[in-house]
């Protein structure tokens, strides 16, 4: 295995644990129009990435079916869609500005709701860029080290400011120390590398299904992005910052796909 698959996998987290810590270098929690930017910058950037990084590979590698290429893209896509719906219904979970928590009713602290909310979305994220290092391997049409590479590195963009997102709200209500605040934060982060390798070693069985599995983490990432970006980008008060955001996000991830693949 090349030494940039492990590399390319650790990217994401290192950039949750990095964000993480600017709970050791800001007193207070990020304002609310930062937030909402940050937040549609990476629904921008996970958005881009479910077309050019997997949905596209997924319909390139189903060629041979001719006009009927985009049904194992759609049956992925629609597996990812509701993979994430079962984990939304079985998992308790807090999205920020929601009045109550979903899932199982649990006595955890909001707090820890919430950070299980970013470790629910994050799941996605690993797998997208598990598989798309496995398409690497195992010679899928339309992926390439630089593409893979580029898909790493955007995720690890919107995954910067998720991790302070966790960090310096736990540290700020004065119910954590910054140490543990900064732990809250980088651990969110550490089921992409997980759930990355375990996509890697189990797709090495389903080589014939890799549309399927591009297209599945495509569907995951983007349910994410409708049932829990938009809204928080869009809530409260009117602003078209989460709406330029987005798409500075998906610009940014569009062009690092393109340029580098």
Same mark, same amino acid.
């Given at each position: @295995?090349?030494?940039?698959?492990?590399?390319?996998?650790?990217?994401?987290?290192?950039?949750?644990? /990095?964000?993480?810590?600017?709970?050791? #270098?800001?007193?207070?929690?990020?304002? &609310?129009?930062?937030?909402?930017?940050?937040?549609? #910058?990476?629904?921008?950037? @996970?958005?881009?990435?479910?077309?050019?990084?997997?949905?596209?590979? =997924?319909?390139? &590698?189903?060629?041979?079916?001719?006009? #009927? =290429?985009f049904l194992p893209a759609a049956a992925? #896509?629609?597996?990812?869609?509701?993979? /994430?719906? /079962?984990? &939304?219904h079985v998992l308790p979970h807090l999205h920020r500005y929601a009045a109550e928590p979903e899932g199982p009713k649990s006595r955890m602290k909001s707090g820890t709701l919430m950070m299980l909310a970013v470790t629910i979305h994050n799941i996605p994220e690993g797998m997208a860029v598990g598989v798309v290092f496995a398409g690497l391997l195992y010679g899928t049409p339309g992926i390439s080290m630089s593409s893979a590479m580029a898909l790493a590195a955007g995720i690890a963009i919107q995954n910067f400011p998720e991790g302070a997102i966790i960090s310096l709200p736990l540290y700020a209500s004065g119910g954590s120390s910054r140490h543990r605040a900064f732990a809250a934060g980088a651990l969110s982060g550490a089921v992409e590398p997980v759930a990355a390798a375990v996509t890697i070693l189990l797709s090495?069985? /389903?080589?014939?299904?890799?549309?399927?599995?591009?297209?599945? =983490?495509?569907?995951? @990432?983007?349910?994410?992005?409708?049932e829990e970006l938009i809204p928080e980008m869009s809530h409260g008060r009117h602003?078209?910052?989460?709406?330029?955001?987005?798409?500075?996000?998906?610009t940014v991830m569009m062009a690092l796909d393109v340029a580098l693949g």
């Open positions: @295995m090349p030494l940039q698959i492990p590399v390319g996998i650790l990217i994401p987290f290192a950039a949750t644990t /990095l964000g993480s810590a600017c709970v050791y #270098f800001l007193r207070q929690n990020l304002s &609310d129009l930062t937030q909402r930017f940050l937040t549609g #910058f990476a629904a921008g950037v @996970m958005t881009a990435a479910s077309i050019w990084s997997l949905l596209l590979p =997924a319909i390139e &590698d189903s060629g041979n079916l001719g006009a #009927f =290429a992925g #896509f629609w597996l990812g869609i509701l993979f /994430l719906l /079962l984990l &939304d090495g069985f /389903l080589i014939p299904l890799m549309p399927y599995l591009l297209s599945f =983490a495509a569907g995951a @990432m983007l349910y994410v992005v409708v602003s078209n910052i989460g709406v330029l955001a987005f798409a500075f996000g998906f």
